[in-house]
Nanobody, 120 residues
């Protein structure tokens, strides 16, 4: 069973940085892709960034150039480095992992979430 535990959330002023961590994020037979998602009150959950076993990454347009996803299989931990934070980045952030099927990552495992609040 895969258990994911996020940490690193908090409150920061606009322009600041945070690094989110997701412990338990290891590539294995049941995991070939990982990602970060976020959900603000009243909004649908949206994808923020993804990373595959081969290191391929992708980002939502809203975070390109500001956020960086990475993974360390030795720890094993998934990270999301968030720089130049904006108030609109305020949300609950979730990590997830699963298996890639063609162009889609089927996320089977989810963390409990960590809150990020950015004040102006």
């Amino acid at each position: 069973q895969v258990q994911l535990v996020e940490s690193g959330g908090g409150s920061v002023q606009a322009g600041g940085s945070l690094r989110l961590s997701c412990a338990g994020s290891a590539y294995r037979y049941s995991v070939s892709c990982m990602g970060w998602f976020r959900q603000a009150p009243g909004n649908e959950r949206e994808g923020v960034a993804t990373i595959d076993r081969d290191g391929t990454t992708s980002y939502a347009d809203s975070v390109k150039g500001r956020f960086t996803i990475s993974q360390d299989n030795a720890e094993p931990t998934l990270y999301l480095q968030m720089n130049a934070l904006k108030p609109e980045d305020t949300a609950m952030y979730y990590c997830a992992s699963g298996l890639r099927y063609s162009s889609t990552c089927g996320y089977n495992y989810w963390g409990q979430g960590t809150q990020v609040t950015v004040s102006s």
